[in-house]
């Protein structure tokens, strides 16, 4: 089965930057679409970007223009560009991974954004 090894969060000043990693592994089958989530506190988990395999991107509204999501085929790795920070965007971002077979969850990853 795969596992999803986020890295990259932590805390960051408004207006600073971070980039999430996340390295999926463990399965023969190659991974298709990739995403990120996000939970904020007493918020429901929702979609901020995802990726398929030929690279067509879609970002939420509330991110576009500062956040941007890549990937790394070769190494079914997947990356969140965060720029302009604020701490309405201070939330555990959870990575997303799909492949024929299953689809699969990160453990999250805290960010935070001080004012």
């Known amino acids: 089965q795969v596992q999803l090894v986020e890295s990259g969060g932590g805390l960051v000043q408004a207006g600073g930057s971070l980039r999430l990693s996340c390295a999926a592994s463990g399965t023969s089958l190659s991974i298709n679409a990739l995403a990120w989530h996000r939970q904020a506190p007493g918020k429901q988990r929702e979609l901020v970007a995802s990726?398929?395999?030929?690279?067509?991107?879609k970002t939420a509204d509330s991110v576009k223009g500062r956040f941007t999501i890549s990937r790394d085929n070769a190494r079914n790795t997947v990356y969140l560009q965060m720029n302009s920070l604020n701490p309405e965007n201070t939330a555990v971002y959870y990575c997303y991974a799909m492949n024929f077979a299953s689809d699969y969850w990160g453990q999250g990853i805290q960010v935070t954004v001080s004012s």
């Open positions: 990726i398929t395999r030929g690279g067509s991107t």
